[in-house]
């Protein structure tokens, strides 16, 4: 009910102990949310939070059995699903992580952070076809998300689709011009092209934005490619 005062202190100890899982501190956040779920068994938003502090601390059975009982309690809960994703991931349970993520998506199909986790989950199993397709679907609802922009870029780069990497990079750049990592890209997939001045361009704009940064390795390997691109156009 709307003027419930258990609900009220179940919100307000939800949000205070958000605050400290947030800032790191979740030994308090579990504090608040054990709290929340004595004091109202059945909010699955309690067991959800619960869940997500017990990942936090690596406790990935605890967290599990937390996310269990919040879909208990509400079956379609996608946030849940999604959660107890990502401990099955990190428990190295992959198809039941597969599954919750498409489960995530099936109750509410624009969740953003599911399709992510399901490609990155495809990516990592080499299905550049599954995780294409999630990352795609993606930027439909998203199309300025970058992280994900940068994970298809990587996708392309990796099975030789070079003018589809090429044109990711490029949009990322358009999300964040000064995006350092996407001309250092940019360079290597140009000078795959046989467009070596463009690459050598690409490297020194890359070198550029880099100047302040721990990119060290990668600066070092930017001068060299400067060097033979100089040789060579």
Same mark, same amino acid.
């Given at each position: 009910?709307?003027?419930?005062?258990?609900?009220?202190?179940?919100?307000?100890?939800?949000?205070?102990?958000?605050?400290?899982?947030?800032?790191?501190?979740?030994?308090? &956040?579990?504090?608040? $949310? +054990?709290? @929340?779920?004595? =004091? #109202? /068994?059945?909010? %699955?938003?309690?067991? !959800?939070?619960? *869940?997500?502090?017990?990942?936090?601390?690596?406790?990935?059975?605890? &967290?599990?059995?937390? $996310? +269990?009982? @919040?879909?208990? =309690? #509400? /079956?379609?809960? %996608?946030?849940?699903? !999604?959660?107890? *994703?990502?401990?099955?991931?990190?428990?190295?349970?992959?198809?039941? &992580?597969?599954?919750?993520?498409?489960? @995530?998506?099936?109750? #509410?199909?624009?969740?953003?952070?599911?399709?992510?986790?399901? *490609?990155?989950?495809?990516?990592?199993?080499?299905?550049?076809?599954? &995780?294409?397709?999630?990352?795609?679907?993606?930027?439909?609802?998203?199309?300025?998300?970058?992280?994900?922009?940068?994970?298809?870029?990587?996708?392309?780069?990796?099975?030789?689709?070079?003018?589809?990497?090429?044109?990711?990079?490029?949009?990322?750049?358009?999300?964040?011009?000064?995006?350092?990592?996407?001309?250092?890209?940019?360079?290597?997939?140009?000078?795959?092209?046989?467009?070596?001045?463009?690459?050598?361009?690409?490297?020194?704009?890359?070198?550029?934005?880099?100047?302040?940064?721990?990119?060290?390795?990668?600066?070092?390997?930017?001068?060299?490619?400067?060097?033979?691109?100089?040789?060579?156009?």
């Amino acid at each position: 009910m709307l003027n419930d005062p258990e609900i009220q202190k179940v919100k307000e100890l939800i949000q205070n102990g958000s605050i400290y899982l947030q800032n790191g501190n979740p030994d308090k &956040a579990l504090d608040l $949310f +054990k709290e @929340a779920t004595l =004091l #109202k /068994p059945g909010y %699955a938003n309690a067991f !959800n939070c619960l *869940g997500s502090a017990h990942m936090q601390k690596g406790e990935l059975n605890e &967290a599990i059995s937390a $996310f +269990k009982e @919040a879909l208990r =309690l #509400k /079956p379609d809960f %996608a946030e849940a699903h !999604n959660n107890i *994703g990502i401990a099955y991931e990190n428990a190295g349970r992959t198809e039941l &992580a597969i599954e919750e993520y498409n489960s @995530a998506i099936r109750y #509410k199909k624009n969740f953003v952070d599911a399709f992510f986790n399901l *490609g990155l989950i495809y990516y990592q199993l080499e299905n550049w076809e599954m &995780a294409e397709k999630a990352w795609q679907k993606l930027v439909s609802i998203n199309p300025s998300h970058l992280s994900v922009r940068n994970n298809l870029a990587a996708l392309y780069t990796k099975t030789g689709a070079v003018t589809k990497a090429i044109e990711e990079w490029e949009t990322v750049l358009k999300i964040k011009k000064d995006h350092a990592v996407a001309f250092y890209s940019l360079g290597f997939l140009q000078e795959e092209m046989g467009n070596f001045s463009q690459a050598k361009e690409y490297f020194e704009q890359f070198l550029t934005l880099a100047k302040n940064s721990s990119y060290n390795d990668l600066k070092k390997i930017a001068r060299e490619k400067i060097r033979e691109l100089k040789e060579q156009s």
